[in-house]
């Protein structure tokens, strides 16, 4: 699937739904849970694959090991995102400067 920044996805297998904040250049296969990630629920939920269990948090940013791809959790759910197989990392807050 070729991503476009500010895309909507909803998991085909529990309740999590992100949004798209930088897509990389080419092709990827995005999955929650184990199954695609999709633009409209289905009307039956698939089960989440054990390995894929870890589960997403709602404001929390998850990107790549390359930094190529990075989303946004806007609905929490129980299942893991993936791209093209390898779990996305949950990236790290940075701190912001004390102001007196």
């Known amino acids: 699937m070729q ?3 500010g895309a ?3 998991s085909s297998v529990c309740d999590g739904e992100i949004m798209v904040v930088k897509a990389p250049a080419g092709p ?3 999955t ?3 199954a695609p990630m999709v633009e409209t629920a289905p009307a039956e939920r698939g089960t989440i694959h054990p390995d894929h269990a870890v589960g997403i948090r709602i404001g929390k940013r998850y990107i790549t090991e390359d930094g190529e791809l990075e989303v946004l959790c806007v609905k929490a759910g129980d299942g893991g995102i ?3 197989g390898q779990l996305l990392l949950q990236k790290d807050t940075r701190q912001l400067p004390k102001t007196d």
């Open 3 to 5: 991503l476009k920044t």
């Open 8 to 10: 909507r996805l909803k």
């Open 28 to 30: 990827v296969e995005l």
């Open 32 to 34: 929650c849970g184990g």
């Open 82 to 84: 993936a791209a093209n």
